[in-house]
């Protein structure tokens, strides 16, 4: 889910709204409930929308408002780092990591299939995998998942 902030100048921001299996209802609350709030306000304050959005719920606080907070959150910085020419991890301090540990994901609809996956994955240089296949006599798409 993701949440697109444009400016009257034109600049647009991206945020995430990902709350999976709940998608539809972050959608909803962006849209029904964000929204209109978010109209006239300075993009630059950053801080002060959040802690209006934050503090003036109706309701209480949780997983969906949060996610839709969050979206509100990281577009406007994206908008803020835009504007100011860098990235935004140079806005917030400046890098703190030279890399991250990452995995990858392997998928096949049987064992052959999936060990090609797997394969692939290792000569991208992934060190670590989720893997996932069919469930033998079940209907496709279920599966079990291991990390390795």
């Not at 299939?113 to 209907?139: M, N, W």
């Amino acid at each position: 889910m993701t949440l697109r902030i444009t400016t009257e100048d034109g600049v647009t921001g991206i945020g995430d709204a990902t709350l999976n299996g709940r998608e539809l209802a972050v959608a909803a609350y962006l849209k029904e409930h964000v929204a209109q709030l978010l109209i006239g306000k300075d993009p630059h304050r950053i801080e002060d929308t959040w802690q209006f959005l934050y503090r003036s719920s109706y309701w209480r606080r949780g997983p969906v408002t949060m996610a839709a907070i969050a979206a509100v959150d990281m577009a406007l910085w994206d908008i803020k780092g835009k504007l100011a020419g860098m990235p935004v991890y140079q806005l917030l301090g400046g890098a703190s990591r030279n890399g991250l540990r990452a995995y990858g994901h392997a998928s096949g609809a049987d064992l052959p299939s999936l060990f090609d996956s797997v394969r692939e994955h290792l000569e991208l240089g992934y060190k670590s995998i989720r893997i996932q296949t069919a469930v033998p006599g079940a209907c496709l798409g279920r599966g079990s998942a291991v990390v390795v």
